[in-house]
């Protein structure tokens, strides 16, 4: 019997210590679990960027052709295949690229294939020193050059030039199918915010984390952890620690989280109770055994001489269970007392055994981090650790004959504890988080454990109970899920959580029929503010905007940042059309209000499309995208201003679109050009001037004029390049005349997104270098005056720069705009140009004559020359004239014609009659 109730006793130990074992490691499991988690997220967060981004790539290269390779070309001091798209040569060019990433972001490149090498040809990824990283070569030994040579594509996260990035590539093929280069698309990583949360993440006392990547690098780590601690816990043979690991595909990292086995072993010991029971057990069994030994004595014959059973009853009585050897026959008292030295041996090995393992026990007790404390039925302390009077501020002996409740524990729930004593028939174990209150008042939360302790008969005796204060991991806990949840630079929702809260109120508008606003906002040249003051100002302006925003929502409203300037609202409450706009103009309002940071202040507008739930009664992303189309339509009418979603602007909206991508292509194909238009002074009729006016031969629609198609991009970056290509094709037919020996003056139109672009001097300057043999006086620059110019201070700078230079400006289709006074009082322009639209109607309607002859009076006073546009008759000419007309324009001088037509032109009307 004394075997079978050691051997349970056993049994029961190690089934406690190992559950404890078991429970930590999934406790660690968890906690990968979640890691895991929030590094999926944030991919998630730019994988559909990265995937957008690489569709819209090769749908523009395949409006030039099908890819092919013609030949070897000249790279960086390199040889490699020269890669066309259609007839078009790709080696050394970004503009492809540029316009990807500019619409998306991110980076992009066209690689070439040369025997088993990649090498750029067309990239924005950077080098080190800011250049573009043409005629570099994809890394022979990374990862996704072994997918594309097995004419597969790659997806996850790479190093590139140093940097990571999260990055596809996808095999490219000419019209047979052979491999001959790869797409790129990826978005550099930043990972600052992980990298905080996991230095500050911990596991057990000693244990760490430990993130390393398919090479085996560790990329993340518990602070106060060295690199060499970490690597020589990881590559440990002789079991001193305990690891478990989470492999992420996505990320092809593996997450680690380390911890010393010594310190898994105490924490699995300090959950086991005294065991003291089980040497009282052990007695009785001696005094039955012992009992029995006598009753056979006296009832059996002795077995051998009577001395060496009195020598065997001395020793034994001494204490001494030592084998001698000594036999007798079965069921005599020598026999007997034979087998009962062993059986005494045998139980004083076990007592001895089970003292030392009630000592450890007691040891663990007394040195456990988790506080322990043991109640009797009634629910009264009967014991406790340290680490109980350390985590609660009460003393042993302040808390022995108390209930826990007495010392703060589940100070939420004051009917906690009773409720376990009560009803002993409904005892079972518990584990759960608590509120508890330490002695100097302030509250922590803990992991508790109660586990019942049984008599033999199956009654209940004690409660032994376990906790630990969370309260830490618990912070660091909520702040990986804020993380994952959350926009990192403002702290708003992200667009995971949107979706979710999306969801979820269009389910309660459904069951309350109730209306909501999904609304997409996009602030306006938002872009100008980083280029101008850099990112850490822009980036303080949106943190400033979000704060604002917030305090004027409702707390069942939502805001969220979807990444850059745009953001998605979630309103709920109002019941009627009229009450969202009302709603929307005060946010408006809110926008355009300045922002002080620094010694600066800042002045932007926004443009907010928005859709009506269940008016438009679609799924949530379909009613997100809707309010995107809407936001599009707000934006390219002006801005500063909502816009409800309708599907005639969603149709108008994709026209655009169609037209920005055609656009794109005829820029890249040369398919806009320039025709030039004469400028005489009408009272010598010499040309002195010739306006550069822009054309598009569309494949589909024919011969396209500046109003057809510009309108579209004059808010879009595009309308920059556009205007750069202007310019310098101006300069070079300036260049091309006088090497006929013609020589005049040029007048190209410029946008004012275009003008208040940071880089604008400089880049007419390094023009002007370009084409060292022309004047900066012989280059004119106009600015339209229906155009909204919003920095004055910034475009008078500008202009004052090019005038240094030798540059002239004018202003054109002047009465038509914003503030015609406003403009010729503030801009320092040389020249104003009556709008067309007035000489017109000159001769019949008295209204526009006298518009002319007061702009015309005004100009003298402001001391500015004056051109009209639209003389199409000697008679206005003559009215004009002797107004005081300087310059006249128009078809009744000449229609706009190609470079190569005004020489010729030149010789045959140089000076130019009037009459």
């Known amino acids: 019997m004394a075997t079978i109730s050691l051997t349970i006793g056993l049994i029961s130990f190690a089934y406690i210590f190992n559950q404890h074992l078991v429970n930590i490691q999934s406790k660690a499991n968890e906690e990968t679990q979640k890691l895991s988690n929030l590094l999926i997220t944030a991919k998630t967060l730019v994988s559909e960027h990265v995937l957008s981004s690489m569709a819209l790539l090769q749908q523009y290269a395949s409006l030039e052709g099908q890819p092919s390779i013609n030949g070897m070309t000249s790279l960086e001091d390199k040889q490699v295949p020269n890669l066309l798209f259609g007839n078009t040569p790709q080696t050394g060019k970004s503009i492809l690229v540029d316009s990807v990433t500019r619409i998306g972001s991110g980076t992009a490149t066209i690689f070439v294939k040369h025997d088993q090498h990649f090498f750029r040809i067309a990239t924005n990824v950077k080098k080190a020193d800011g250049s573009n990283a043409f005629g570099t070569e994809l890394d022979t030994k990374g990862k996704a050059i072994k997918q594309l040579l097995n004419d597969q594509t790659f997806y996850g996260v790479v190093d590139i030039l140093g940097e990571a990035y999260l990055s596809r590539y996808e095999p490219m093929h000419d ?32 244990g760490f984390i430990a993130i390393t990547d398919h090479q085996g690098k560790i990329r993340f780590l518990t602070a106060g952890v060295s690199q060499q601690q970490a690597r020589k816990a990881l590559n440990d043979t002789h079991d001193q620690w305990k690891k478990v690991t989470r492999e992420v595909p996505e990320w092809d990292f593996t997450i680690n989280i380390v911890y010393p086995a010594s310190e898994a072993y105490w924490s699995a010991l300090g959950a086991l109770s005294p065991v003291l029971i089980i040497t009282l057990v052990v007695a009785l069994v001696a005094l039955i055994a012992l009992i029995s030994g006598l009753r056979r004595f006296v009832l059996n014959p002795l077995g051998g001489e009577p001395e060496t059973a009195k020598q065997m009853l001395m020793r034994i009585e001494s204490g001494d269970f030592a084998e001698d050897n000594t036999t007798a026959e079965p069921g005599t008292l020598i026999a007997n007392m034979v087998k009962m030295r062993r059986r005494l041996r045998e139980m004083l090995s076990q007592i001895q055994t089970n003292a030392n393992r009630l000592k450890i026990s007691s040891s663990v007790f007394e040195h456990a981090t988790d506080a322990i404390f043991i109640t009797d039925a009634n629910g009264l302390i009967v014991q406790c650790n340290p680490s109980f009077s350390a985590i609660t501020g009460y003393s042993q002996t302040e808390v022995i004959g108390k209930p826990p409740q007495a010392f703060g524990l589940a100070c939420h729930e004051p009917e906690f504890f009773e409720s376990f004593y009560k009803k002993p028939q409904r005892v079972q174990e518990w584990r759960g988080e608590v509120w508890n209150q330490h002695r100097h008042g302030q509250e922590y939360l803990t992991e508790l454990e109660l586990s019942p302790v049984m008599n033999e008969a199956g009654t209940f005796e004690h409660y032994v109970g376990l906790f630990s204060d969370i309260t830490h991991a618990k912070e660091q806990q909520n702040k990986l899920e804020h993380l994952a949840y959350h926009d990192a630079l403002t702290q708003l929702p992200n667009r995971v959580l949107f979706s979710r809260r999306l969801q979820h109120a269009l389910i309660e508008a459904e069951r309350e029929q109730s209306l909501i606003a999904i609304c997409y906002i996009d602030l306006d040249d938002f872009k100008i503010v980083n280029d101008q003051y850099g990112h850490e100002y822009g980036d303080k302006l949106l943190t400033q905007l979000a704060s604002r925003l917030t305090g004027m929502l409702r707390p069942t409203d939502t805001i969220a940042r979807l990444g850059g300037d745009e ?61 995107d189309h809407a936001m599009y339509h707000a934006k390219t009418h002006g801005g500063h201003q909502y816009h409800l979603f309708d599907l005639a602007s ?59 198609f510009l309108a579209s991009v004059e808010h879009t970056t595009l309308i920059i390049d556009i ?19 013609f020589e005049t003056q040029v007048s190209v139109n410029i946008a004012a997104l275009h003008l208040m672009h940071k880089q604008f001097a400089d880049h007419i300057t390094n023009l002007l270098q370009k084409y060292p043999d022309i004047k900066p006086q012989q280059l004119h620059i106009e600015i339209t005056e229906s155009a909204a110019i919003t920095d004055f201070a910034r475009v008078n700078r500008v202009i004052q720069q090019c005038h ?18 406003i403009y010729l009082r503030r801009l320092p322009v040389d020249i104003i140009k009556i709008d067309q639209s007035f000489v017109h109607n000159m001769l019949v309607n008295p209204e526009d004559m006298a518009v002319i002859r007061s702009v015309v009076t005004l100009c003298r006073e402001f001391g500015r020359k004056v051109i009209a546009e639209g003389v199409e008759k000697v008679e206005q000419a003559r009215i004009l004239r002797s107004l005081g007309c300087d310059y006249a324009q128009g078809y009744g001088i000449a229609r706009a014609m190609p470079g190569n037509k005004v020489v010729e032109w030149m010789s045959k009307h140089s000076p130019y009659q009037f009459d």
């Open 175 to 206: 019209h047979k199918g052979q491999l001959i280069g790869a797409w790129y698309v990826g978005y550099k990583l930043n990972f600052n915010a992980i990298d905080q949360a996991i230095r500050q993440w911990g596991f057990l006392e000693k």
């Open 567 to 627: 953001f998605a609202m979630l309103l709920c409450g109002c019941h009627t059309q009229a009450e969202y706009t009302r709603l929307l103009k005060r946010l408006l309002t809110a926008i355009e209000k300045p922002f002080a940071i620094d010694k600066f202040k800042f002045s932007i507008s926004a443009s907010i499309g928005y859709t009506l739930y269940p008016f438009d009664h679609h799924p949530p992303d379909t009613l997100l995208r809707h309010a």
């Open 650 to 708: 969603a149709q108008q909206s994709q026209q655009q679109q169609t037209l920005l991508k055609d656009l794109l292509v005829a820029i890249q194909h040369s398919h806009i050009r320039l025709v030039y238009q004469p400028q005489a002074c009408m009272q010598t009729g010499e040309i002195f001037c010739f306006e550069a006016l822009l054309r598009w031969q569309h494949p589909l629609r024919g011969l396209l004029y500046p109003n057809d």
């Open 723 to 741: 205007g750069y290509w202007v310019i310098e094709e101006g300069l070079r037919q300036l260049n091309e005349w006088q090497k006929q020996g």
């Open 804 to 821: 240094d230079l030798g540059v002239s400006f004018s202003i054109d289709d002047f009465g038509t705009g914003y503030s015609s006074l």
